[in-house]
């Protein structure tokens, strides 16, 4: 495990999220929390000892770019610095497609799969999401299965958090109301 130089907990529109870096960037994010002691117990977790820190310029931008995207702006994190030192090649090139889909806009993963020459490699593009450790600058939730199915979402919340996701970048899927409607009237 890549070691970590501090950890940050910050507010979104959804919670306290959390995230960890090293010199060389974000080593890992944890999605919110309604508590903050919740996403610090997660963060505890795989970082026992690193010490909660003020972030440096470089992570209080990236802090600052996320926060902007929970709120519903559209802002491309691809800017944001990753430590890949423990992801493989193969998963490091899954990550750096689904970094190219916008805000808004989602691939399906044998989308990403031919994307990187081979239609097979679809259930590692699963693999790799399912291992995800930078969910929201690795837009994860913005890879769906075949025909548009949500597919899986290992993170606290699973589909529920994933569709929340989507449904701030504007993605309503088929069956669901936007995330700021109210329902509709019963007669």
């Not at 306290?16 to 610090?40: F, H, I, N, Q, Y």
């Not at 770019?65 to 691809?78: H, S, V």
């Amino acid at each position: 495990m890549a070691d970590a130089l501090g950890i940050a907990r910050f507010p979104t529109a959804l919670g306290v999220m959390g995230l960890a870096w090293s010199e060389a960037g974000l080593v890992a994010t944890w999605l919110p929390e309604p508590r903050g002691e919740d996403t610090l117990r997660r963060m505890r977790r795989r970082f026992p000892r690193t010490p909660e820190l003020a972030p440096p310029l470089a992570v209080a931008r990236a802090i600052e770019a996320i926060t902007a995207l929970l709120r519903g702006e559209r802002r491309d994190l691809r800017e944001i610095a990753l430590d890949l030192r423990e992801v493989s090649a193969l998963h490091r090139r899954i990550y750096e497609v689904a970094r190219t889909i916008p805000p808004g806009k989602t691939l399906a993963y044998g989308e990403i799969a031919e994307r990187l020459g081979d239609r097979a490699l679809a259930r590692e593009v699963g693999a790799a999401m399912a291992r995800n450790r930078f969910a929201v600058v690795v837009p994860c939730h913005r890879v769906l299965g075949a025909d548009g199915k949500l597919g899986g979402f290992s993170a606290p919340g699973g589909l529920e958090t994933k569709l929340r996701l989507l449904s701030i970048e504007g993605v309503q899927m088929p069956g669901t109301l936007p995330l700021f409607a109210s329902a509709p009237d019963r007669e």
